[in-house]
């Protein structure tokens, strides 16, 4: 019944172990000393039991005093069952006294009749090997009176330690809960429980692909607790095993984070021609996405993009057809051969969690178009839309209130600027025309072909839609009830374009973001600077980050999920 017992001894009285390995553990018997082994129990002190028993009593009250004066928690169900158990002691010391007539034979007689008594009033093995170790502690203490209550408060504060090790996973998921970010590592399975060495290598390894992915949690919790995590992190979790790896790639760990209102907004940037860059503006992080494959047509053509779900699109053109590419953030790699029911270029889009809309633009023979299409990332399907009231390229779009706007851009038989915007519901599928919705041109831009300039940079926070004039360096904030545009602030100065090119200018969470860089002869960088609308004051800006590279900002996507 108790063979395990001898390991936990071994570690907490290694000499007396290896001194004597034959001792018997019995229950009801503290009269047995390890440094008396081969005694009778006839043969010891009796004023040495009653002073241990006095010993074990006092601090018994001891911790019960300690444990009833906490109001602020609970007596801790471990802290209990050490002090039954101790209470089984003392009841034992009590009725258990031998005579020194008693031969060995009754004295092993009753210890086994005893352990029968005991196993019928265990519920759980657990409770046999806590119990079990508690005796043994109290068989191994010495004479000595001031080890003998380091011994035993030892004992009660082992319980006490667990149970607090079970108060603090109930912590750390009432954190979790409460929206708290926390590192990830081996220090997440540490502190989400205690395991033993070959448990903590297990999962390390990648040996454990049980369905619960932390230990001591079930699995709809254990979602829970990574979905409260950055998703900076998601690397370093996909490592630690394949279950961990299997829940990331199947997208459930991003599904769980929307359904659950869990979002963290990245901005994903092109200034090569080929080459991608990520940014976390809550840690501050920077990643570096693989290098796109294609041919050279595609990488000097003109490009727009989108990020839809935990995809990234970029649109393009090759030698004889409009093509797209395809990063995931869940393999994190690219891939190509999606196509559109028609197929376009120099459209406007914009992104609602998992589905996207572009409308207009143009085809591969340069007719401009009045359709749409509405993609699902999560089907990777393309349904089209009704028609638009004009046809238009170079245009912008925006997702406000729930609705789909698009704006500006270039229309009509003269292929005319555009001063109108358009309004799309997805519950009644109808379009609607606003006109002056286009944040306009300023008078040194008015004289500038219809080409030569960007499409107007928009952007929407908090349901509230704003612009920047790059010519006059100026924010507009548009006044939904009167339909008119109002300056509101200026740009960062160091934020050029040429004509609007090369400039982002982007919604990221509850930030608009101004991205581009100083224009400077040779190497030069790329700044990222950020502002929080709040109240009705000239926007702030604030320099987040800047990064070495060119200043020329060839595309820009914001990628939230």
Same mark, same amino acid.
């Given at each position: 019944m108790f063979e395990g017992l001898s390991c936990e001894v071994s570690r907490l009285?290694?000499?007396?172990?290896?001194?004597?390995?034959?001792?018997?553990?019995?229950?009801?018997?503290?009269?047995?000393?390890?440094?008396?082994?081969?005694?009778?129990?006839?043969?010891?002190?009796?004023?040495?039991?009653?002073?241990? %028993? +006095?010993?074990?009593?006092?601090?018994?009250? !001891?911790?019960?005093?300690?444990?009833?004066?906490?109001?602020?928690?609970?007596?801790? *169900?471990?802290?209990?069952?050490?002090?039954?158990a101790l209470s089984i002691f003392q009841d034992g010391e009590e009725a258990g006294d031998w005579t020194d007539d008693q031969s060995v034979a009754e004295q092993e007689k009753h210890d086994?009749?005893? !352990?029968?008594?005991?196993?019928?009033?265990?519920?759980?093995?657990?409770?046999?090997?806590?119990?079990?170790?508690?005796?043994?502690?109290?068989?191994?203490?010495?004479?000595?009176?001031? *080890?003998?209550?380091?011994?035993?408060?030892?004992?009660?504060?082992?319980?006490?330690?667990?149970?607090?090790?079970?108060?603090? *996973?109930?912590?750390?998921?009432?954190?979790?809960d409460s929206g708290v970010q926390m590192d990830l590592g081996l220090s997440l399975l540490e502190s989400c429980g205690q395991q033993s060495d070959?448990?903590?290598?297990?999962? $390390?390894?990648?040996?454990?692909?049980?369905?619960?992915?932390?230990?001591?949690?079930?699995?709809?919790?254990?979602?829970?607790?990574?979905? =409260?995590?950055?998703?900076?992190?998601?690397?370093?979790?996909?490592?630690?095993?394949?279950?961990?790896?299997?829940?990331? +790639?199947?997208?459930?760990?991003?599904k769980w984070r929307r359904l659950n209102g869990i979002m963290e907004h990245w901005i994903y940037f092109s200034y090569a021609l080929l080459e991608w860059e990520a940014y976390d503006p809550i840690r501050q992080r920077w990643m570096h996405l693989p290098r796109m494959a294609s041919n050279e047509c595609f990488m000097c053509s003109d490009k727009e993009s989108l990020a839809v779900g935990?995809?990234?699109?970029?649109?393009?053109?090759? %030698?004889?057809?409009?093509?797209?590419?395809?990063?995931?953030?869940?393999?994190? @790699?690219?891939?190509?051969?999606?196509?559109?029911?028609?197929? +376009?270029?120099?459209?406007? !889009?914009?992104?609602?969690?998992?589905?996207?809309?572009?409308?207009?633009?143009?085809? !591969?023979?340069?007719?401009? %178009?009045?359709? $749409?299409?509405?993609?699902?990332?999560?089907?990777?399907?393309?349904?089209?839309?009704? +028609?638009?009231?004009?046809? =238009?390229?170079?245009? @912008?779009?925006?997702?406000?209130?729930?609705?789909?706007?698009?704006?500006?851009?270039?229309?009509?038989s003269e292929s005319k600027l555009l001063t109108c915007g358009e309004e799309y519901d997805l519950q009644t599928r109808t379009w609607t025309e606003i006109p002056n919705m286009s944040p306009g041109r300023s008078s040194r831009g008015s004289e500038m072909p219809a080409m030569a300039e960007a499409p107007p940079l928009v952007a929407v926070v908090n349901n509230e839609l704003y612009a920047a004039n790059h010519a006059d360096m100026e924010v507009k904030k548009y006044d939904k009830e009167k339909k008119l545009w109002n300056v509101i602030g200026r740009l960062p100065e160091r934020a050029v374009s040429m004509n609007g090119w090369g400039l982002a200018f982007r919604a990221c969470g509850n930030r608009l973001m101004v991205i581009g860089g100083p224009r400077t002869h040779g190497e030069g960088f790329i700044e990222l600077n950020s502002w929080v609308p709040a109240g009705e004051g000239p926007p702030q800006w604030d320099l987040l980050a800047r990064k070495r590279s060119g200043n020329f900002v060839y595309?820009?996507?914001?990628?939230?999920?």
């Open positions: 009285f290694p000499s007396s172990c290896q001194a004597d390995n034959n001792w018997s553990c019995m229950k009801y018997a503290p009269e047995l000393d390890i440094k008396n082994s081969g005694k009778r129990p006839a043969e010891t002190n009796a004023t040495e039991d009653e002073n241990r %028993l +006095r010993k074990c009593t006092r601090v018994l009250d !001891s911790k019960q005093k300690s444990l009833e004066n906490d109001e602020d928690s609970d007596v801790p *169900q471990k802290d209990q069952e050490t002090i039954r086994d009749d005893d !352990s029968l008594e005991f196993d019928e009033h265990q519920s759980d093995e657990q409770r046999q090997g806590e119990h079990g170790d508690f005796m043994n502690s109290s068989i191994h203490q010495s004479d000595d009176e001031q *080890q003998e209550d380091e011994l035993v408060v030892d004992s009660l504060d082992s319980g006490v330690q667990q149970s607090n090790e079970e108060q603090q *996973q109930g912590e750390l998921r009432d954190q979790l070959d448990q903590r290598q297990n999962h $390390a390894g990648g040996a454990s692909d049980s369905g619960s992915l932390l230990p001591r949690m079930n699995r709809d919790s254990s979602v829970t607790c990574l979905s =409260r995590c950055s998703r900076s992190d998601y690397g370093s979790l996909a490592l630690l095993n394949s279950s961990f790896r299997n829940i990331i +790639r199947s997208g459930e760990l991003y935990t995809d990234l699109l970029v649109f393009g053109r090759e %030698l004889q057809s409009l093509v797209i590419y395809r990063y995931s953030l869940l393999t994190n @790699s690219w891939s190509s051969g999606m196509r559109m029911n028609a197929p +376009r270029c120099l459209f406007g !889009s914009a992104s609602l969690g998992e589905v996207a809309i572009l409308a207009g633009g143009c085809d !591969s023979e340069g007719r401009i %178009l009045d359709s $749409a299409e509405l993609y699902n990332s999560e089907t990777q399907t393309w349904e089209l839309l009704p +028609r638009m009231k004009k046809p =238009r390229k170079m245009c @912008s779009g925006v997702f406000m209130d729930g609705k789909f706007y698009v704006l500006g851009g270039i229309g009509g595309n820009c996507a914001v990628m939230g999920c």
